[in-house]
C-alpha cells in the first residue's frame, strides 16, 4: 500500500491538471455542464477511494477520465436516452472496455474529431454563450476550465465568495434550461463570445502566472493550458487582431518563468530578474503575434496594448535600459480603451520610474481614497515602495505589513513581509518592486 498522505498530494497535482480536461470530455457526452463537472468529481471521489490502495495508476488523467465516463455512461444508460444518443458513444464504450494506454484520451478525442477536434474549447465557447451575462460567463468557465475555486475567483474579480458562487449556480442552471449546445460557434454567432472566451483565458492565464493562494508562486500547468488554447484560437480566428494580441501578451509573460524564483521557490521581481533567463523563443513568438495584431489593425485593442507593453521589457537589454516614458504613453492610451483601477495602479508604477516617486504616489494615493481596490494587496505594496523611495520608512513598513496581511499566497506573503523587516533596519535597502 503506498503512503495515503503522497498519494492525497499526487491526486490533488493531478486533478488540476486533467479536471478541465475531463469535464470537458463528459459534457461532450452528456450535454451539461452541471452534470459533467458532477460525474468528473465522481471520478475524482473514486480515485481518492482506490489510488491509496492500489497505487497510483500508470495514467492517472486517463484512469479518471474513463471512470467519469463510465460514470456517464451508467448516468444515459438509466435515463433510458435515445437510440441515436447510444450511437453517438458507441465509439467510447468500445474504447471504455478496452485497456487503458498512456495515448487513451488522445487516441479516443481524435476518433471523434470535426475541423476544430476541441473539447476544451468547445467547453469555454459553451460555457460563454449569451445566454449568460459576462460576469458569469468568465466565472463559469474558470471554475470549469482552469478548475479553480470560488475562493480564487472571487479574489481574481475582487468580489465576495458568495457572490461568486451564487453566479456559478445560477449559470449552469441557465445553460441547462436554455440547452445550450455543446459547440463552437461558427461565423456571425461566434464574434459576440469572443471577447469572453478570451478574458477568461487571460484570467486563466494570470492564475497560473501569479497564484491567488496557496504555497506556489506560479502554477504552470495553467500557463501551459492558456497558452495552448490561445494558439487554438488564433489558428481558427486568424483574422481576429485581439486573438493575436492575448497571445502575444502571454508568450512574451510566460518567456520570463524560469526567471521569475530563485532556487528555493521565492519571488524574483521583475527589474531584478536575470534576462538572460527568459526563454528567447517565447519573446519571438510574442513578438511575431503583437506584429501580426498590428498588421490586422489591432494596435489599440486592450490586448495589443498590454502585448505591447510587454514588449518593451522584452526588448530591452536590461532593466536601467527599459523605455518608461513608452511605458506611461502605452498605459494612457490603455486607461483610455480599458478604465479601471488595476490599470492605473500599473500606470502609478511606470509613472514613478519616469518621473519619480512623489508623482507615482499622487495617483496611489488617489487610488486608496477611492477604495476600489481597499483589499488588493498590491496597491498597498506599490503604495509602500513609493513610500519607502521617499524616505518614509514607518509608513512604508505599515503599508507592506497590510499588504501582507491582505494576500493569500504564501511566496508574496513572504516576500512583503521581508519587505517590511527590511525597513525595520536603517542599515538595509530593499529591493525595488515594479
Partial sequence: MSDPTATHRAIEAVWRIESARIVAGVARLVRDLGLAEELAQDALVAALEHWPRDGIPRNPGAWLMTAAKRGALDRLRQHKMHERKHEEIGADLA???????????????????????????RLIFTACHPVLPTDARVALTLRLLGGLSTDQIARAFLQPEPTIAQRIVRAKRSLASAEVP??????????????????????????????????????????????????????????????HGLLALMEIQASRTSARTDPTGR?????EQDRQRWDPL??????????????????????????ALAA????????????????????????????????????????GMARGPAAALDIVEG???????????????????????LGRRDSARAAFEQAAELTRNA???ALLLDRARALASPMTSPPTAT
Fill in 267 to 271: 519571488p524574483v521581481l521583475l527589474l
Fill in 411 to 413: 511566496r508574496d506573503q
Fill in 282 to 307: 517565447l519573446i519571438r513568438r510574442g513578438l511575431a503575434a503583437l506584429e501580426r495584431a498590428e498588421a490586422l489593425g489591432g494596435r489599440d485593442g486592450p490586448y495589443a496594448l498590454q502585448a
Fill in 367 to 389: 487610488l486608496v481614497h477611492d477604495g476600489a481596490l481597499a483589499r488588493y494587496p498590491w496597491l498597498h505594496s506599490v503604495r509602500g515602495d513609493l513610500l519607502d523611495k
Fill in 95 to 121: 474504447a471504455l472496455q478496452a485497456d487503458v494506454t498512456p495515448d487513451f484520451v488522445d487516441a479516443l478525442d481524435a476518433a471523434r474529431q470535426d475541423d476544430i477536434g476541441d473539447d476544451l474549447l
Fill in 182 to 243: 455543446f459547440e463552437v460557434p461558427r461565423g456571425e454567432d461566434r464574434e459576440p463570445r469572443l471577447a469572453s472566451v478570451l478574458e477568461v483565458v487571460y484570467l486563466i492565464f494570470n492564475e497560473g502566472y501569479s497564484a491567488t493562494a496557496g504555497d506556489d508562486w506560479m502554477r504552470p500547468a495553467l500557463c501551459d493550458e492558456a497558452l495552448r488554447l490561445g494558439r487554438t484560437l488564433a489558428g481558427i480566428a486568424p483574422d481576429e487582431p485581439e486573438v
Fill in 312 to 351: 518593451c521589457h522584452a526588448r530591452a537589454a536590461s532593466a536601467e535600459a527599459t523605455d518608461w516614458t513608452h511605458i506611461v504613453q502605452l498605459y494612457d492610451r490603455l486607461r483610455q480603451v480599458t478604465p479601471s483601477p488595476v490599470v492605473e495602479l500599473n500606470r502609478a508604477v511606470a509613472v
